[in-house]
């Protein structure tokens, strides 16, 4: 099962990044522990030392957490802080997992798990239904646009694994997911991280439920791309210039597609100037390639000696992004020290791009219960999602978040403190 | 059209990216090489983000002085080929200097003394961003990390106060005398540096693959004799068919029994092993946290 017992196909494996969500205590590190536990992902040593710190805990079973959970304050606590990366491999799949915190005071550090996932595990305690953090997390997870979502109703051995509270639990999550216009592909399943039922065993104890376990969903669940390969876009990271004698008049731009195919040949329009040339050549170190796409990160050389710089974008002429200034976005606020209410000042990073900006308007806030629009209070503090309006100083070549991730996304950066105050997709 | 790259392919595509990004967001980068097969990696890796250009920062070795031969005349070569420059910091002269004491006793290590040479060789070449070629999967320490890492004025990290990370949007702002630690291999695991070192070819230093070596046994720990990590009388020497999954400093560093002489069969034994590369890390025994707090010291 796992990546030690696989080594034959290696190359030709599918990545599916997963994150978990949900509230504190919901049993979202057991259900990773377990997972990995289960499918022989861990090692001895590793068994080992959880098993010395559970013991010394006074643990009454192995605390499975403990394979995640791993700062000191984390373990301290009984809680998780901030997320932790597990990797582990099935034949056919590479598995990259983010084990986020379920605390609210961590969201942040949830949306950081999450803004890299093509999946969600959203875990729901069978004991307390959906609860306003269940929503918090399906809301940000819509957000993002997670395409898959599973809901694990765990801790069903406290419930006698009754489908009674199963089924309750799934038409409340329904109900409130309707509402949710991403939120499409959502699979349920009854567990118990703690016992290991229905997480990659079969569970015994619920006969009534014909659905598949979790690993085997996460195994065979139809992984679509998250990258666009329709609307050609390089952002220029970096000019390469050897100013070697073999390599005298190269000039090449360096960076990593984020969206559609580019080949040589190719009629290209280099933004903001606006000037045109045509690809000569694609390379990724000796290798010349043929054609190169979103994620792949390449250096193309033109015709034409253009003046081209990093935060310049290459696009095809007959679909470019748009050139905004103003700029609407949905944002997740992280700061605990600095509020938004009205105007501000910030840095704005898109892709490789970095602009002064200034908030204009904080138009709306979200309350995650209803979904209501709050607009009585604009402040936007602490976790708090909201829509905002932004000025730029210089022009961004962007595309809607549902478009694309990549060239859709900012994140808004507090000039005095260098801090990450928040995340931003622009609609 | 399935436009679709494999997974190892993802992971090189991010690594690359992360490295540019690095150059571009600092004044002085530099690339920390130990030598060992993720360094090598992480270098190779910049080789291909700059090509034909050469890569734009130095790379920078913390030096024990505990170095196995094989290991220094790799790097050197390594370096040669690479067109590179090698910046050396020295825990020797910081020894000599009187900066900081050396451990005592048989199984005394220069491990922790290599985050004051680190530190201090970061200040004195000014530089803002250390590339580090640490894995989430070695540690669990490790597995909090952002590719971005802050450090504060005095190299500290914060762990519990990390800057959010979201996409591959990365945040390399900072205060004067702060600096960035950055990982570009953050989602390799060990099994893909392997497969990466094959699918590229990289040569690789000597003591990776089986060799035959006088070792000894301690701690349950089989050790190579060398000129630093030397035998107490009850310890009995004897010729072993070893090889290093990883490479450190000799005094911290354990020798596996193996026999596998090429990639392929090494690349089986990581396939079968059942326990972690760092279990023979003797750096990592000495607490729950003793890599957390070395990490919240400044170490790598
Ligand atoms: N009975 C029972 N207990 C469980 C189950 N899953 C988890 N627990 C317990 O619930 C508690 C919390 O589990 P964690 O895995 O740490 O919860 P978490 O969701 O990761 O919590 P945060 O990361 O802090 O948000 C622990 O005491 C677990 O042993 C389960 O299926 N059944
Ligand atoms: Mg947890």
Redesign the interface.
Known sequence: MS?????SG??????LRFTTAGSVDDGKSTLIGRLLYDSKAI????LE?VEK?SKSRGDENVNLAL??D????E?EQGIT???????F?TPKR?F?IADTPGHIQYT??M??GA??ANLAIILVDARKGVIEQTCRHAFIANLLRIQNVVVCVNKMDLVDWDQAVFDKIVSEFKSFASRLDNLINITFIPASALLGDNIVDKSENMGWYNGPTLLYHLETVYNG?D?N?IDARFPI??V?????D??HD?R?F???IAGG?FKPGDAVKVLPSGFESKIKSI????EELKEA?????V?MTLEDEIDIS?GNMLVKANNPPKMLQDIEAMVCW?SSTKSLSGRGKF?V????NDVQAIVSEVKYKVNINTLHKIEDDLELKLNDIGRISIRTSAPLFVDSYSKN??TG???L?DPLT???VA?GMII | ?D????????L???A??VL??T??QFEKPVLLFSGGKDSIVMAYLA????????LPFPLMHVDTGHNFPETMEYRDRFVKDLGAELIVASVQEAIDQGKVVEETGVNASRNSLQTVALLEGLENGQFDAALGGGR??E???R??E?FFSHRDAFGQWD??N????????F?G???HGEHFRVFPL??W?E?DIW?YIK?ENIALPELYFSHERECFVRNGVIMAVTEFTQPQPEETVEKMQVRFRTIGDTTCTGANVSSASDLDAI??E???????ER?TRADDKRS??AM?DRKKQGYF
């Open positions: 990546e030690k017992e696989n080594n290696y190359l030709d494996m599918d990545l090692f001895e040593d590793q030392a710190s394979l995640t791993g700062l000191r304050s373990r802080i901030d997320v932790a990366y597990r990797y491999a590479k990259i942040r550090n949306v950081t803004s890299t791309s990258f390969h990271q970096w390469v210039r050897p100013h070697s073999k390599y190269f090449g360096a960076g990593r195919v390379h990724l170190m000796d796409y979103s994620p792949m990160s250096v990093r992280f840095i990073r898109h892709t490789t991730r990549i996304s900012i994140i950066i260098n801090e990450t995340a | 059209m436009y679709r790259i494999t997974h190892l392919k993802q090189e595509s991010e690359i990216f540019r990004e150059a571009a080789k291909k983000a700059f090509w034909p250009a050469k989430r999967d540690e669990k320490a597995a909090k952002r762990p519990k990390q800057r959010p990370e979201l996409w591959n949007v945040n702002k900072k205060h953050s989602n695991t099994m497969q699918l690349i089986d990581v396939a079968a092993a059942r326990n972690t279990g729950e946290s957390e």
